[in-house]
């Protein structure tokens, strides 16, 4: 299995910011671009210049910030625009402008950040960022489509409270949503044509009106799972209990409480999709009996009658149709893993079981790092080191790819 790389490490990024008062979260981004490994260069326009100056930039990424004066009185032996141009594998101009977006539409090179957009044939992403009544102008919609018919991406800006004191469509997206559009557009998209159903968090079978059976999942591999899936090219369903962290809010997701709503959902969804990752940690049992009110505190002890809820990988098995591949997950104390991870990858007829031990506090439930065991159909077994939950995710779906070719 090949080592894993974040998407941005290495990668050479042109960061356009536009003369908005958005701008006033850019440093941020660049933090965070260069957290990630990235290589940045940074271009202001005019109007920028205005709102934060070019030393917060250069301060931040230790590179000489371009400016409009650079374009009109260029540094000796350079030629800005055809340079930065060439240098980026991406560009990404946030917040992107009426004025801009007019600019570029038009092919006006007068700006530094236009005339080099014209001369990159990087992939460019806008994320414009403006007064709503201005967003929903038919002049800015018309300069949005032509650039896009270019094949350029334009982000359609969030809705909230804007600086102006109005609310509707016109804010800069999150960072975090940035960077997965970054992430994704820069991302190998080998699991463009494929339709991904993903289950995470637990199950909560009720008792009563307040208490319910549960058990530690937090989601987070699940959660992680269905980015990870996103950012390749898959289209993404993510069928969750409560969680807790939030997935991004580009994924398609379907909410559920139970192990029977979870399997409501699960198999409505699976004729329609290529892949099945049962990540979730459903309960095994139910309450028997339920009480439609608060159950009160009334004798020294309390005898609960349990039930098996569905067994939805073993449902999936009996339905599932040629080409799917099933994945299933198991945690369980280490030193039975290996032959209950064997059992239950042949009892329930899938490609591939993921096992993690449930021993350690760095692993399984409610950690950021997990440490996992694939086993396939086949008899293959692959060892996957402590990593962060998001590189255990990746080198996942790497190992699904391999059993799909």
């Known amino acids: 299995m090949k080592p894993f790389r974040r998407i941005l490490t290495g990668k050479k990024i042109l960061l356009g910011v536009c003369g908005g008062i958005a701008a006033y979260k850019i440093p941020g981004l660049l933090r965070r671009l260069i957290k990630e490994g990235a290589g940045v260069r940074v271009i202001l326009t005019e109007g920028a210049e205005a709102f934060i100056t070019p030393l917060t930039f250069e301060a931040l990424c230790r590179e000489k910030v371009f400016c409009q004066c650079d374009f009109l009185n260029p540094p000796p032996g350079c030629i800005p625009h055809t340079e930065l141009g060439a240098f980026a594998e991406a560009i990404l101009v946030a917040p992107a402008t009426a004025s801009f977006l007019a600019s570029l539409a038009s092919g006006d090179a007068r700006s530094l950040l236009v005339a080099t957009i014209l001369a990159s044939r990087a992939p460019v992403l806008l994320f414009p960022a403006m007064n709503t009544k201005m967003w929903e102008h038919p002049a800015v919609k018309e300069n949005v489509k032509k650039i896009a018919s270019w094949g350029y991406k334009v982000f359609t800006p969030?809705?909230?409270?804007?600086?102006?004191?109005?609310?509707?469509?016109?804010?800069?997206?999150?960072?975090?949503?940035?960077?997965?559009?970054?992430?994704?557009?820069?991302?190998?998209?080998?699991?463009?044509?494929?339709?991904?159903?993903?289950?995470?968090?637990?199950?909560?079978?009720?008792?009563?009106?307040?208490?319910?059976?549960?058990?530690?999942?937090?989601?987070?591999?699940?959660?992680?799972?269905?980015?990870?899936?996103?950012?390749?090219?898959?289209?993404?369903?993510?069928?969750?209990?409560?969680?807790?962290?939030?997935?991004?809010?580009?994924?398609?997701?379907?909410?559920?409480?139970?192990?029977?709503?979870?399997?409501?959902?699960?198999l409505s969804l699976l004729p329609k999709v290529d892949i099945l990752l049962m990540a979730a940690a459903v309960a095994d049992y139910r309450p028997q009996d339920t009480w439609s009110g608060k159950l009160k505190k009334t004798s020294p002890s309390l005898t609960i009658s349990l039930e098996r809820t569905p067994d939805i990988l073993k449902e999936v098995s009996s339905r599932r149709k040629p080409g799917q591949v099933i994945v299933g997950f198991a945690a369980e104390e280490e030193e039975f893993l290996p032959q209950e991870a064997r059992r239950k990858l042949k009892e329930k007829g899938l490609d591939l079981i993921v096992a993690n031990p449930i021993d350690r506090p760095e692993t399984g439930f409610e950690s950021a790092t997990n440490e996992v065991f694939l086993f396939f159909a086949d008899g293959r077994k692959i060892h996957l080191p402590l990593a962060p939950k998001e590189v255990i995710a990746w080198q996942i779906l790497d190992a699904i790819k391999e059993l799909q070719k």
């Open 158 to 266: 969030e809705e909230g409270a804007l600086a102006c004191g109005e609310w509707g469509p016109g804010r800069l997206p999150e960072e975090e949503i940035i960077l997965a559009h970054l992430e994704k557009t820069l991302a190998l998209q080998d699991f463009s044509n494929c339709k991904v159903l993903i289950t995470a968090g637990p199950t909560r079978e009720p008792l009563d009106a307040v208490r319910f059976l549960s058990n530690r999942s937090s989601g987070r591999m699940g959660v992680a799972l269905a980015e990870a899936a996103w950012k390749r090219g898959a289209e993404v369903i993510l069928v969750h209990g409560p969680l807790s962290s939030s997935p991004l809010p580009l994924i398609r997701r379907i909410p559920v409480e139970t192990a029977a709503q979870m399997a409501e959902a699960v």
